[in-house]
């Protein structure tokens, strides 16, 4: 769900970090145009899977996913002039889907 949105004038720095993120389980955020085709594509991290690091018995560092149910997260965007609507949808690794979780109308 989206809960807020600030647009504003600028450019923002270009991020070669960013495609990190395009890998499964992670979130596509899609710039949709007026008849709902793709403009540009963003990946971010999915902020309810999450890796800890903790102590074993034994004294010796481990990870382990942790999975939330719910978190907060942003995405700081430079908009495309012709997009009229933000979608996102995860990222599967053996799946053809391409259903969008959310498509949030940008006013």
């Known amino acids: ?3 807020d949105k600030n647009i504003a ?7 070669d970090q960013q495609l ?3 890998s499964n389980g ?3 955020c899609v710039e949709l145009d007026e008849r709902k085709n793709s403009l540009q594509k963003y990946y971010l991290e999915n902020p309810v899977e999450k890796y ?3 102590a074993s ?3 010796t560092l481990e990870n382990k996913q942790v999975s ?3 978190a907060d997260t942003f995405l ?9 609507f933000i979608a996102l949808r995860e990222l599967e690794k053996n799946s053809s889907s391409k259903e969008y979780l959310m498509i949030n109308a940008i006013d």
């Open 26 to 28: 992670n979130f596509e």
């Open 76 to 84: 700081r965007i430079q908009l495309h002039p012709k997009t009229k």
């Open 9 to 15: 004038q600028g450019k923002l720095k270009i991020n």
């Open 1 to 3: 769900m989206l809960l």
């Open 57 to 59: 018995p034994d004294g």
């Open 20 to 22: 990190k993120y395009n």
């Open 52 to 54: 800890v690091e903790y």
């Open 68 to 70: 939330l149910d719910s």
